[in-house]
């Protein structure tokens, strides 16, 4: 495997791809190296930078678009409307005793189906970094706190002297185990995130689905293509969900 190897012609090619490549061919010029020179326009990359397993590098790229944006108008909209929604519907379901919630892959879907609609309102192109904050926006409100328990089951098992909890109160009670919880992931990130070692395998399908949905989208024409494409996703998904819900119904009736 060589160290230094060439990409060819790549829309994602960077200033740091440049430089790289001038260093590369200027140690090549002063070693008298001039069989086979590395061009200027061509981009290098170290395979150092690639990972050890082949699980991450057949799903997971190891190049960056820097020229995409990510934190935008649209991509925060967008990701407060899922937000708000997931929230609502999933606090209204844990309550009850039908379990119901919106997976991931419907988020994504959803999303990009809006995030697309809305690159041809204002013309700006709905980059994956965008379709990523969504996803990750929706995913706290995918997951419950245990912290809601205390509300409930006060209301629920004290009905003559129901205590007097105060939104505010709730509010903020809530809000800082919330902080207290992302301090902790943020703390932890230099031990479950940036060493190469750690693999999260259950993000897989969801960095899948997302490269499906945005590599090689550069002609128009292909819009109807791609809503089709979502759409049968979403309908799997759909379908899968309404399945695997009943069938665990149907479980727990005749467990009873």
């Not at 170290?46 to 960056?64: H, L, R, S």
């Not at 005793?97 to 959803?110: E, F, G, Q």
């Amino acid at each position: 495997m060589s160290v230094i190897s060439t990409r060819g012609d790549d829309s994602q090619t960077t200033s740091e791809d440049v430089e790289l490549t001038q260093f590369v061919y200027s140690i090549q010029i002063e070693n008298h190296q001039d069989d086979n020179p590395i061009p200027f326009g061509i981009p290098v990359y170290c395979d150092a930078e690639q990972t050890t397993f082949e699980e991450v590098a057949g799903i997971c790229p190891n190049k960056d678009d820097q020229s995409a944006k990510s934190l935008t108008i649209r991509s925060f909209t967008i990701g407060l409307i899922f937000l708000g929604a997931m929230s609502f519907y999933h606090m209204w379901y844990y309550v009850t005793n039908l379990y119901a919630y919106i997976t991931p892959v419907m988020v994504i879907l959803l999303s990009h189906i809006l995030g697309r609609v809305w690159s041809k309102i204002n013309a700006e192109p709905w980059t994956m970094k965008e379709h990523t904050i969504v996803l990750l926006m929706a995913n706290i409100a995918w997951t419950f706190s245990t912290v809601y328990d205390i509300s409930v089951i006060s209301y629920l098992e004290y009905q003559e002297q129901r205590p007097s909890f105060k939104f505010v109160y709730m509010f903020f009670f809530v809000a800082s185990i919330q902080f207290l919880g992302f301090g902790l992931a943020g703390i932890l990130r230099r031990f479950l995130v940036w060493p190469s070692s750690e693999v999260w395998p259950s993000n897989f399908p969801s960095i899948a689905l997302l490269r499906i949905l945005h590599q090689n989208q550069t002609n128009a024409s292909l819009l109807f293509h791609n809503y089709d494409r979502s759409v049968h996703f979403l309908l799997a998904s759909r379908l899968y969900d309404s399945c695997a819900e009943r069938y665990v119904v149907d479980l727990y009736d005749q467990a009873k």
